[in-house]
């Protein structure tokens, strides 16, 4: 569910990205922007995943997944669209999509174009596969340090000594501030109102 949520928000933030201010989509020709994008989808999905069983190893490998492929999704969802809107009425300056956009019909016309993002040669590629290796880093990286931080705490509570005593320990009886460390000896249990029985030749 993570990486659905991360890939819509990405496909949304590709096709609305003009209508941000052109100092920000200029600024380093736009890489911080995408960078910042991979990061959060890294992010949401580490949150996703670290919520189910957080201290299992083999969700570490599978947050990188996941990531990797909710940016590949986003990406290719929001060029789909895009491609597939551009195609149908050709705009004279840059692509301005709106909602209304949106449509199955500018998905499935787009779509046989939009992986061109991973399929051309690697000189103009580049930049969609770091987005994607970075928010696949990103995930490992969180994800890692959240189970290892949980497996740690789970070793702390299990730890002898640490919680309930284990079995074959015995458990150390409450002492009071002013009582003596050691038990006092066994005393007499007589009675002193008991009427004591005469001494026997």
Do not use: C
Request: no cysteine; charged share 15%; proline share 10%.
């Amino acid at each position: 569910m993570a990486a659905l949520v991360g890939a819509a928000a990405l496909g949304a933030a590709v096709l609305f990205q003009t209508r941000l201010p052109a100092g920000v989509t200029a600024f380093g020709n736009g890489h911080p922007l995408s960078l910042v994008s991979s990061l959060l989808v890294a992010l949401l999905v580490a949150l996703g995943v670290g919520a189910a069983r957080p201290r299992a190893l083999t969700l570490v490998p599978v947050s990188a997944l996941y990531a990797g492929a909710a940016m590949a999704a986003g990406q290719v969802l929001g060029s789909s669209i895009m491609i597939g809107a551009t195609l149908r009425t050709p705009p004279a300056g840059p692509p301005d999509v709106t909602v209304s956009d949106i449509t199955w019909d500018n998905f499935t016309a787009g779509l046989p174009h939009a992986p061109n993002l991973y399929r051309d040669p690697f000189a103009e590629t580049w930049a969609a596969w770091l987005y994607l290796a970075v928010a696949a880093l990103a995930a490992l990286l969180l994800v890692t340090l959240r189970v290892l931080a949980a497996r740690r705490a789970h070793r702390r509570r299990t730890e002898p000594g640490a919680g309930a005593p284990e079995e074959g320990q015995e458990e150390t009886d409450y002492r009071a501030p002013f009582e003596p460390a050691q038990p006092p000896g066994q005393q007499p249990t007589t009675d002193l109102f008991a009427p004591r029985k005469p001494a026997r030749d």
